[in-house]
């Protein structure tokens, strides 16, 4: 110890007296990195003593860069001299063998390696770990990758990959072992992975990958561990590969363990708290009771007490689980206790180039000075994300200036927010055409600003509306919106014009329970010329109105944005406040989502709509129901149910009813397209002002393909439909498009 002690100290005096003062620097070999930059780099200082240990220090920085090849420092009088050679850079980057462009693409943003960058050798074995892995992904486990460079100058090449991917490693069998609960058809139904058959050929789960073997071990015992079997462990996966053949054997020895039940569930809380706000846990308990263990149960009776915590406003609160085993069953305790209190000192946002930063603060339900609640925290940047301004939003918590203040720093991502899109359909009576254009971020205000026009040979529709969620009415926001519409139909000898504004705002009053309240003012002319019918002559005139509207939505979805669990209700009623025909009009809507399997969503959606007139009026022509294209494809919109004459009148009701799915494995190599199927059932039905019009109650009904594809200009989506029921009198559309891009 004391040897070497001495051997430090003489060095450190040595090397101090070695040390030379240098007046100039020379720097030799550079070309594209410039002198500043390397004394940056270098941490390099003139008119200052150098010692042989600053010089090392000084080339480990330089080659630490990554920006040279070889790096050498030396002392020559009073002058410090780097001699540098910087690394060739790559003038093109040639990727052969590879056939999928996107394959292509997706290897080189893998890579380090990079078009215009430097060549650093030493990249070159990680980057072919790097691409054999991306195969081994997809099921080629025996890529072959080879690398060559071409030289074009001392400072240039080419980089060229060769790729021979061979065949996919295909799943002959999967077998479980110690599976003596469980039979095996439905843990196969649990695993991701699946067995090559003939039937499967579209299945991307059926190629071999070390990936999907880790995945399938994480959704075996996350299964087994739902039902009950609290220790389960996946001991190992056998994986027998025949490089030969091109196909894999999986065996998974499962270690089972108990299977065990909820006995009692119970609280212990602080004595700072009041027991009394808990109670209602009790009856929450009492259905858990007697239950199999299951994580997620678990995690629902967390959100539970969450829920009762939120409710009651309680601050710095704290809770976690205890679970106690005994014999086959879990005693569960959930220990609710006084946390650290601490304050929120200052909350910082980044990342908000455009948006407005009062925009962010609004969705915040913590601020600066309140109690620091991690739920609250938490909420704040669901609501924030649930905006869609926003590709990412981040968030950490540092420790303040005393010791229970926290600083709460969040960095937010902007995304385009406007939104253009076209579309079009064709059917039996022509051709239909849409546009759209929005904004959903309008000056930075996080307010969206839309116009949309509908065409087609007979009408035409256009709407402007603004959304602020910002404004403080009653709730947390407010819309305006100004339609108009005009249709011609000479052949059914009357033209209708009508224009309507409308304001309302929408706010929570319960968890999951949004309410909306709005008025509408309208002016309705229908002028009829001789060769129309009675029933519309009836129907000639002007007329105004006033009405009001509320509804709610209960929703239960995982997400707003493409959903794969939960559902959702809603309901409006519209009242009139003053009206030359007056009526009333309700609406029904809801949406079930659920998982059919792996990456497979099925929905269900119903839709049911009424308006009924008050007294002895007859409902409007403007007012009476219909269903567009989305409720009921492959029919036009507003071309089904009752028909005066030639034309379409629309009736006291409608009904649609709708089953989809998507299809994730159609299109296995592609992640820009997706594919779904669709049933459709629905109609349109009553007339209250002339019973001699046709009121067909047949049930119309259409199937067929949907499918959207991310292309380079914006999203696109296809709709292909087939009738298969229909009326005489209904004009059907088969084919619908839509083309949407940002900015």
């Known amino acids: 110890m004391i040897r070497t002690l001495i051997i430090l100290i003489t060095s450190l005096i040595f090397s101090n007296l070695n040390a030379d003062q240098i007046n100039k620097l020379i720097i030799d070999g550079n070309k594209r990195v410039s002198e500043e930059t390397i004394k940056v780099y270098g941490e390099i200082e003139i008119n200052k003593d150098i010692s042989e240990a600053d010089l090392n220090r000084i080339i480990t920085n330089l080659y630490s860069t990554n920006f040279f090849n070889d790096v050498s420092a030396k002392i020559k009088s009073d002058t410090l001299i780097i001699k540098v050679k910087e690394y060739p850079v790559i003038n093109q980057l040639i990727i052969f063998g590879e056939k999928r462009k996107n394959f292509e693409e997706q290897i080189k943003k893998l ?9 650093i050798r030493s990249f070159l074995s990680q980057d072919i770990a790097t691409i054999k892995k991306f195969y081994s992904s997809l099921g080629y486990n025996f890529a072959k990758i080879e690398t060559k460079s071409k030289i074009i100058d001392e400072d240039n090449l080419d980089l060229i990959i060769e790729i021979d991917r061979g065949t996919q490693t295909k799943i002959l069998s999967i077998n479980f072992i110690g599976n003596n609960s469980i039979r095996s058809r439905r843990l196969k139904d649990v695993i991701a992975s699946e067995e090559n058959k003939f039937w499967k050929v579209i299945s991307k789960n059926t190629n071999f990958s070390k990936n999907l073997v880790n995945l399938d071990q994480r959704l075996l015992e996350n299964y087994y561990k739902s039902i009950g079997f609290y220790d389960v462990k996946v001991n190992s996966s056998n994986v027998q590969v025949d490089e030969q053949k091109g196909d894999a054997r999986i065996t998974y020895s499962i270690n089972e363990g108990k299977r065990y039940t909820i006995n009692k569930i119970s609280t212990k809380i602080d004595p ?12 929450v308990f009492k259905e858990y009771a007697g239950d199999y263990y299951s994580p997620f149960k678990i995690k629902e009776l967390l959100e539970e007490v969450d829920r009762i915590i939120e409710f009651n406003n309680l601050q710095f609160v704290e809770h ?12 569960i305790v959930f220990n609710i206790f006084e946390g650290e209190k601490n304050l929120v000192e200052r909350i910082n946002i980044t990342g908000n180039n455009v948006t407005n930063e009062e925009v962010i603060r609004g969705e915040l339900i913590l601020d600066e000075g309140d109690p620091f609640i991690k739920l609250n925290l938490e909420k704040s940047i669901a609501e924030i994300k649930a905006r869609r301004l926003f590709k990412n939003v981040n968030y950490e918590v540092l420790s303040g200036s005393q010791k229970n203040l926290k600083i709460i720093n969040i ?20 051709g239909t055409f849409g546009f759209n254009i929005k904004e959903n971020n309008w000056l930075g205000r996080g307010t969206s600003v839309s116009f949309d026009i509908q ?4 009408s035409l529709a256009g709407q402007l509306s603004f959304n602020d969620p910002n404004y403080d ?16 139909k000479p052949d059914q000898g009357y033209e209708n014009s009508i224009i309507s504004t409308s304001v309302g705002t929408a706010f929570e009053q319960y968890k999951d329970v949004d309410v909306s309240l709005g008025i509408t003012a309208s002016y309705d002319d229908l002028r009829t010329e001789n060769s129309a019918t009675a029933a519309l002559k009836k129907q000639s005139g002007n007329f105004s109105e006033l009405s009001g509207k509320y509804g709610f939505s209960f929703d239960k979805r995982d997400r707003a944005f493409m959903p794969t669990d939960g559902s959702i209700i809603k309901f409006t009623q519209e009242l009139p406040i003053y009206a030359d025909k007056p009526f009333v009009s309700n609406t029904l809507s809801s949406s079930i989502y659920e998982s059919l399997g792996e990456d497979i969503i099925g929905a269900t959606k119903l839709y049911i709509s009424s308006i009924n007139s008050i007294g002895e009026e007859d409902v409007r022509l403007s007012k009476r129901k219909s269903l567009s294209t989305y409720r009921l494809r492959g029919f036009e919109k507003n071309k089904i149910g009752p028909v005066d004459g030639n034309d379409h009148v629309g009736g006291n009701y409608a009904a649609a009813l709708n089953f989809e799915t998507n299809l994730p494995n159609l299109l296995p190599d592609s992640s820009n397209t997706d594919v779904g199927l669709f049933l459709d059932i629905g109609n349109v039905w009553g007339v209250d002002y002339d019973s001699s019009i046709d009121d067909s109650n047949k049930l119309r009904s259409s199937a067929g393909i949907a499918a959207s594809w991310l292309s380079p200009l914006g999203p696109m989506t296809f709709i292909l439909s087939q009738n298969i029921a229909k009326a005489e009198t209904d ?5 619908n498009f839509n083309l949407g891009t940002t900015f």
């Open 731 to 735: 004009e059907t559309q088969s084919f």
């Open 473 to 488: 009415f009653l709730g947390n926001s407010i819309y305006y919106s100004i339609a108009s519409e005009k249709n011609d």
């Open 111 to 119: 890579i380090s390696l990079k078009e215009k960058k430097s060549f």
């Open 272 to 283: 700072v708290f009041d027991k009394k706000i808990f109670f209602p846990l009790n009856k």
């Open 455 to 458: 065409l087609d040979k007979e």
């Open 320 to 331: 976690n689980v205890q679970e106690i085993i005994e014999n086959d069953a879990i005693n």
């Open 411 to 430: 960095d937010v991502e902007e995304q385009p927010t406007g939104e253009i899109s076209a579309g079009a359909g064709i059917g039996t009576s022509g």
